[in-house]
C-alpha cells in the first residue's frame, strides 16, 4: 500500500495479552482480547512537523526558489550547485539506460495502472437532463497541474511514481510533476513511463512549498497527491485549500482475517511485507483459528531471522497483535471497526466473506490475492487510506484529479415560470430579499409589473 513513513497509534489498546509458548530472540503478535479494541483517527499530523513545515512554507512562499534551495540543501535533497529539476529528456536518458528487463517491469506495470484508472474514468460522464423551461448538467474535467510526490527515504519507491503519475496523467491533467528527493535511475524512468513532464529532486515540506506555489520551474499544481514523511503530511495539511490533496495518511496498515483453512507462512509473509515499510507499521492478525495464530508467529519468527529488512519489521511485528475471534462474524465486526489500509481474506469463502466487509482502503480476496500485487500494479491504486479513514474515504483514482461540472441553460421562459416562482417564494422564505427580485426579473413582463406592484403595498 502507501507508504507513509511516520505517524501515531491509530489503534488505541488496552492490552489484555497471552503468554506466547515460546519466547525466542524475535518478536510475535501479542494476543489481544476484542473488547479492548477502540478504532479511532487521530491527527496524523505531528505538531512539531507541523510547525517545522510551516516554517519552510513560509519561507519558500515568500523568497522562492533560492529559499527552495536553500532547504533543499540543508535537508540533504541535493548539493548546492546541483540541478534541481530532472528534465523529461533526463528522465528518458535513465529509462534507457535501464536494462531491458527493468524498463519491461515499469512498462507493465504502468500499463496494468493505466487500464484500471481508463476503466475508472470511463465509469463517470458528462451528462444532460431536462428542467423547466430548458436543460440542466453536468461535464467532467481534469484539473489543469498535478503534484505527484513520491518517498525517497529508506526505500526510494518509483512504484510510488506509477502509482501517482500514471493515474494523473490518465485523468486528463495538462501537467503532471513528481517530486522525490535522491532520484535514482529507476525513479527518473518511473517518471518517464508515467508520462510525467518532469521531476523536482526535492523532498519533505520543501517539495510540498514548490508544487503548492509554483516555485522553482514547477507550475502551481491544482492537487498534491502521493504518500509521504511526517514533513510532507504536514506541509499537505496546510496547503489544502490552497490545492486539493488526496490525504493525510499515517503509517501502513494490514488486516489479516484467517480460519484454519489458512497458510500461517504466506500469512506471515503478508504480515512481514508491510512491517517492513517502517517500524510503525501495523501488522494485524484476526482468527477463528487459536492454532492458526501460534502458527503464524512461529513462522513470523522464523521468517523475521532471515528477512534482510528485520531491523525494521522486528519493531512494527511488536507493536501489531493477533484478535482470537468466536467466528468469522466477530472476526468481521473487528475488521469493519479498524477500517484497515489493507485487508486481507484468507478463509474458506473468502469472496463471500469480503463482501460482508464494509471499511477498507483496498480488498485482497483469497491465499492468491497477496496485498503486495496490489504495490506493485495489478491495477487498483496503491496510495490508500489508513487509521480507520476508510470509513469515510477511498483510495487515490482518477476522481482526485478531475472535477464534476454543473450547468443550467433557459431556453423557454413561458416553460420556467413554476421554476422562477418557485426561486421568489423560497427566497422571501429565507429572508433575502435580493434572490427573489433577481428571480421576479425572469417573470413576464405582466407578472414582473404584479411583483412591483405587490411590494410597493
Known sequence: GARHLHGPLRLFVTLHCHPMAALTTEPTLRRVESDALQAACPDPVNPAARDAAKAILDDVKTNGEP??????????????????????????????????????????????????????????????????????????????????????????????????????????????????????????????????????????????????????????????????????????????????????????????????????????????????????????????????????????????AVLPTAPVAREAVKKGFAVLCSDIDEAIAISNRVGPEHLEIQTEDADGVGKRCSNYGGLFVGELAAEVMGDYGAGPNHVLPTGGTSKYSGGLSVFNFIRIRTWMRIDDATASQTLVQDAVALARLEGLEGHARAAECRLPPDGERDAKKARKS
Open 67 to 304: 529559499a527552495l534551495l536553500a532547504n533543499a540543501v540543508r535537508l540533504g535533497d541535493i548539493v548546492a550547485g546541483d540541478a534541481h529539476i530532472k528534465t523529461k529528456e533526463e528522465c528518458e536518458a535513465a529509462y534507457n539506460a535501464l536494462p531491458a528487463d527493468q524498463q519491461g517491469v515499469l512498462d507493465r506495470t504502468a500499463a496494468r495502472i493505466r487500464t484500471f484508472a481508463e476503466a475508472q474514468l470511463a465509469s463517470v460522464t458528462s451528462t444532460e437532463i431536462d428542467i423547466p423551461g430548458g436543460r440542466a448538467g453536468h461535464t467532467i474535467a481534469p484539473v489543469n497541474a498535478a503534484g505527484c510526490y513520491a518517498p525517497g527515504g529508506r526505500y526510494p519507491l518509483p512504484s510510488s511514481v506509477l502509482m501517482t503519475a500514471v493515474t494523473a496523467v490518465t485523468a486528463g491533467c495538462k501537467e503532471v510533476w513528481v517530486a522525490s528527493p535522491r532520484p535514482t535511475e529507476v525513479t527518473m524512468a518511473a517518471a518517464y513511463v508515467a508520462g510525467a513532464d518532469g521531476l523536482l529532486a526535492v523532498g519533505g515540506a520543501q517539495a510540498i512549498a514548490a508544487l503548492a506555489y509554483g516555485v522553482g520551474g514547477v507550475p502551481p499544481c491544482d492537487v498534491i497527491v502521493g504518500p509521504g514523511n511526517m514533513w510532507v503530511t504536514a506541509a499537505k495539511s496546510l496547503v489544502a485549500g490552497l490545492c486539493a490533496i488526496d490525504m493525510l495518511a499515517g503509517p501502513s496498515e494490514v488486516l489479516v482475517i484467517a480460519d484454519g483453512s489458512a497458510n500461517a507462512k504466506i500469512i506471515a509473509a503478508d504480515l512481514l511485507a508491510q512491517a517492513e515499510h517502517d517500524t510503525e507499521a501495523r501488522p494485524i492478525l484476526v482468527c477463528t483459528d487459536e492454532g492458526l495464530i501460534d502458527e503464524v508467529n512461529k513462522e513470523l519468527q522464523e521468517q523475521l
